[in-house]
């Protein structure tokens, strides 16, 4: 069995951005049949920037550090920076993964985009 990073540990322990946007511009809900992860992502765009990211995670160690990690890759950045945030960006800013756990990251970069999606959809009849 490979070690987690410590960053991954770090994530894992004290999670950031742990919660919901109430009135949240896009929701991205996403799961992983193979190992029951389900991560929900919620965002807050003002100006085309995201101001504001939560996430609720069920899943293991590695699920929550990513959700927690992509939460914080992403806020700050604008819509089409957000977009370009891969599963491999996700696990290269938590110093990696190990190759089993990779699906969590990209679970992470998905539960994004489909976040982004919504919001896009939601302002493309404005």
Do not use: W
Request: aromatic share 4%.
């Amino acid at each position: 069995m490979e070690k987690y990073s410590d960053k991954v540990m770090d994530h894992f322990m004290n999670p950031r951005n742990v919660g919901e946007i109430e009135d949240a511009d896009g929701v991205g809900q996403v799961g992983n049949p193979s190992c029951g992860d389900i991560m929900k992502l919620y965002i807050k765009v003002e100006d085309g920037k995201i101001v504001d990211a939560k996430f609720k995670t069920f899943g293991c160690g590695a699920a929550i550090a990513t959700s927690s990690m992509v939460t914080e890759m992403v806020i700050g950045k604008t819509i089409d920076e957000a977009m370009k945030i891969t599963k491999q960006a996700v696990a290269d800013a938590l110093d990696g993964l190990p190759p089993q756990k990779m699906h969590c990251s990209n679970l992470a970069a998905d539960a994004l985009k489909a976040a982004i999606e919504e919001y896009q959809k939601k302002n493309s009849n404005q």
